[in-house]
């Protein structure tokens, strides 16, 4: 999975039936100091997130495996909140 | 799902019999402010995108879920016309 | 897709049973404007492409759903000769 | 597979069904010099390595195959220690 | 495919079961003119390729199709071994 930082959304009213009834959360790839990345994805939110929060995301098949994306032509979802992060020498709490 | 521009189409009549009778859009990848990515595509469209428009491309074996590319050999395809961002301090009607 | 020329062959006398019978084609991305990348592939050839030709490469698991790569272990096949381009304000015939 | 250390761990209380009970390690890519990568992934752990030790990590739809990770939505696995590297002119017991 | 040259080897005995029994060699991409790039990966190889030898290398999924990879969960396979190299104005016979 990749760390993840919700940083908006995006509408789209013409789509294919799969999406429709999901919030499609714009998301921004961050290091492990929560630097942001220049690196973005669409994803599905399956667990609730905030703008500005963390995430991890699947990406690929496997994000069609969780109950609100099954049967779903997806290939990102963000499946878990990024609630502490334990390196080395630093305990981030987000 | 990553967000692209359509900058213009392919055509090709030596192919695969499973790509017969589908668009080969040319799509580039564009950053959060639209800036544009030196990353290029051939996707199949699903939604109807017209030149310059914005849309959501899903990559690699979900590409071939949708009504349209079903039982096709195509490993890109875009599944949502991009109509709306929001971010945190901007809202581009696209 | 993306889209790729041919630019050589590679021979294999020692491999996996699935890839007998295949030609593999060397393979180099290029841009939008025909410009190379400095990325390779090595291919299964579906369409009968000759070197300097244009064509589409299609990644991962769909490169397995040819006719001619149905059941063999490749990850990159060529499904499609780019005849033409047309982009915003050029047209190539290639 | 990659090789990666592992560099700390992540906490999650609000995730997919599917990641619960598993631990979730943030790993970094090492180079064959083991000189650190800019490249952060967060994997389950299958073999029970600890922080600073090397293990190789398999991503994408194979991540779900261990014993561990059967039926989780997870693209990232860590499926083996490193206990010794033999290149040309250098052995590392690592 | 990608082109890879084998570099070395890795040992590793606390490891998932599906991986008990099969030789794991660290491969690095390189470029036609033979550039090593700096990318790495461990494989799994299934054609007896020896160290300093050029092999094609299947990913993802894939690597899970020939006969000795097959029910394992690994993610790099090498599947043959590259013996010579046509291009445009060069012949390698490696």
Known sequence: MK???VIGSVTSTIKDDCLKGVKLLFVQAVD???TERN???IAIDTVGLGEGELGLMVIGSTAK???ITKGRNVDAALVAKVERIDL????HIV
């Open 32 to 34: 492990i100091d929560l």
């Open 3 to 5: 760390m993840v930082k």
């Open 39 to 41: 690196d973005f994805y």
């Open 88 to 91: 080395k020498n630093i305990n």
């Open 65 to 67: 495996l969780t109950d």
